[in-house]
């Protein structure tokens, strides 16, 4: 079988993405979107503007929290919760990295 | 097909209640769903508990599943005659098919369930594989070739389980944990919906020299003695080439030298930077003219490293 040639685009800190494809991505809607912003779990990089935009590095999050949601059963406040948790634990992850990758690989 | 035993997935008896079924899932979900377990079978795991939920909460797909008779977990078996037609339309190959692929082809079923011509409209399924590169590829940008079986429906509504094979290409600057969108390469779209999309994980192979933190590389550096106090020009190596160093003289261990922008490439512009951590690293085998000289260097030094015990102490 030939393989399909696919391209590619990170999906990093680097990336902005609007809310309409934030919907598209993620699986949840726009309202429940906005909801996550009012409960401060989700924040758009430019909160003054009618169309907001957001970094691209929550989309994993967010998937991750709406499979929770849907593997779950979870309510609007606890999907905020649970963003919220999944954020720091990928902040604290960071953290370990950059200081595991500090150690030294061995004892002289 | 192979048989599995939902009721023994979830722990609870053939005649549990919805309430003793759910409550039995939460439990199991909690524990094995891949977002928040770190077993490595988990998400296995938990691909089984959900499927056994999710046949065992609908009252059909529960009598359904009852109407294929009891069999020791994992036996080759085929549904009762007329079984298809009994408690579903669809139409099903039974030799590529698991158990769950048949109870989401059945009504009710969730996302995957929607089939060609039903009149649904529905995107496709998102997949998601790591993909495993060295720092090398992932500096250079590279290409990988990714094989995934997926089920899929046929233009009569069958459902299969294909090979699909893809070739994706990286661009330079993948950090480790990163995440690439390849759009459209997901599952079919049903009934004119979109097709899903493939996101690949980066995860890069440790490297015999380099850790790696972001776009940013941190190197031991080994120096002697001598080195560390007198200063030094050393060569380092770097993912771009070699670089000679200066070490300034006083340089003690664990201190971390930077080398601007000799890290790895970020996904645009720009480059992170490499890092060298300084180790002391004495000879263990010394030949007499160096113990000699080493003698000879205690008697002369005046320097105590440990004179601030005695200072801390007498606090």
Not at chain 2, 142 to 152: G, M, Q
């Amino acid at each position: 079988m030939k393989p399909e040639q696919a391209d590619a685009m990170w999906l990093d800190a680097h990336c902005e993405i609007s809310i309409g494809e934030l919907v598209q991505l993620s699986g949840l809607s726009e309202a429940e979107l906005r909801e996550l912003v009012d409960y401060g779990a989700l924040a758009p990089n430019n909160p003054q503007e009618s169309e907001w935009a957001f970094s691209g590095d929550i989309v994993f999050m967010l998937q991750a929290a709406g499979r929770l949601r849907d593997d779950l059963e979870l309510d609007a406040q606890t999907l905020a919760l649970t963003l919220t948790l999944l954020k720091r634990i990928r902040e604290l992850e960071t953290q370990i990295d950059h200081l595991r990758a500090q150690l030294p690989r061995r004892r002289p | 097909m192979k048989y599995k035993d939902y009721y023994q997935i979830l722990g609870v008896e053939r005649d549990a209640g919805i309430d003793a079924i759910k409550k039995a899932y939460r439990k199991l979900a909690h524990k094995y769903h891949p977002d928040v377990s770190k077993d490595p079978v988990g998400e296995e795991k938990f691909k089984e508990i959900a499927d056994a939920y999710q046949t065992l909460k609908d009252p059909q797909k529960r009598a359904a599943y009852d109407q294929l008779g009891r069999h020791q977990p994992g036996q080759d078996f085929e549904p009762p005659p007329d079984w298809g037609r009994q408690f579903g339309d669809t139409q099903f190959s039974f030799d590529d098919v698991d158990l769950a692929d048949l109870f989401a082809g059945l009504a009710g079923g969730r996302r995957r369930a929607a089939r060609p011509g039903g009149g649904v409209n529905m995107p496709g399924q998102d997949y998601e594989v790591t993909a495993h590169i060295t720092l090398d590829e992932a500096c250079r940008g590279t290409t990988v070739e990714l094989n995934l079986t997926v089920p899929e429906y046929d233009e009569h509504g069958r459902l299969h389980r294909v090979p699909r094979s893809f070739k994706a290409r990286i661009p330079k600057g993948a950090a480790d944990g990163q995440r690439l969108r390849l759009r459209g390469k997901g599952g079919k779209g049903i009934g004119g919906g979109p097709d899903g999309d493939l996101y690949l994980n980066i995860a890069l192979h440790p490297h015999a020299l380099y850790r790696v933190s972001g776009h940013d590389l941190y190197l031991d550096l080994p120096l002697t003695p001598w080195e560390a106090a007198l200063g030094a020009v050393v060569e380092v190596p770097t993912p771009s080439g070699s670089v000679h160093l200066k070490v300034p003289p006083g340089t003690h261990a664990g201190q971390k030298l930077r080398l601007a922008r000799r890290g790895m490439p970020m996904p645009d512009t720009g480059e992170g930077d490499l890092y060298a951590i300084v180790q002391i690293v004495v000879p263990t085998v010394l030949s007499e003219r160096e113990r000699a000289l080493y003698k000879e260097l205690s008697e002369a030094s005046t320097f105590d490293p440990r004179g601030h015990f005695e200072r801390e102490i007498r606090k």
